[in-house]
């Protein structure tokens, strides 16, 4: 698809080439219109200069369209990394949450069964706030 796209290109300049090619030349320059002022360009001229002005103008948007499509791809890219780098951070504190919550866990199961914990003042109480 590429290749189509930069052989599109190749065709599109070689084909401004030869319209301007063909309009410095001495056919061009010698090829007047019959009607009207003396000089004045004829319906030929008049027709390659409108495909130059019209394919310029294509070129011109072509151009204009890439680059916009580069900065949004540049953009794209940016933020690709910033979400890269939230979900690692997301990952990694949910890792150390983790570990605390089991670190946690495994507490309070060797406090609910230590020898002493009857022994232990407001041992209710103090396992409701664990």
Same mark, same amino acid.
């Given at each position: 698809?590429?290749?189509?796209?930069?052989?599109?290109?190749? /065709? $599109?300049?070689?084909?401004?080439?030869?319209?301007? @090619? *063909? +309009?410095?030349?001495?056919?061009?320059?010698?090829?007047?219109?019959?009607?009207?002022?003396?000089?004045?360009?004829?319906?030929?001229?008049?027709?390659?200069?409108?495909?130059?002005?019209?394919?310029?103008? /294509? $070129?011109?948007?072509?151009?204009?369209?890439?680059? @916009? *499509? +580069?900065?949004?791809?540049?953009?794209?890219?940016?933020?690709?990394?910033?979400?890269?780098?939230?979900?690692?951070?997301?990952?990694?504190?949910?890792?150390?949450?983790?570990?605390?919550?089991?670190?946690?866990?495994?507490?309070?199961?060797?406090?609910?069964?230590?020898?002493?914990?009857?022994?232990?003042?407001?041992?209710?109480?103090?396992?409701?706030?664990?």
């Amino acid at each position: 698809m590429i290749f189509g796209k930069q052989t599109r290109t190749f /065709i $599109d300049s070689d084909v401004l080439k030869a319209f301007k @090619e *063909f +309009r410095s030349s001495s056919v061009a320059q010698n090829n007047c219109s019959p009607f009207g002022q003396n000089g004045s360009p004829s319906i030929l001229n008049s027709t390659i200069d409108d495909f130059i002005e019209i394919h310029e103008y /294509i $070129d011109k948007k072509r151009k204009d369209w890439l680059e @916009e *499509f +580069r900065k949004i791809d540049e953009q794209a890219k940016e933020r690709q990394l910033y979400i890269r780098q939230t979900m690692a951070d997301f990952r990694d504190n949910y890792e150390r949450a983790q570990r605390k919550f089991e670190a946690a866990d495994g507490n309070l199961k060797k406090f609910r069964s230590r020898s002493d914990s009857g022994a232990v003042p407001n041992y209710d109480e103090r396992c409701r706030e664990l």
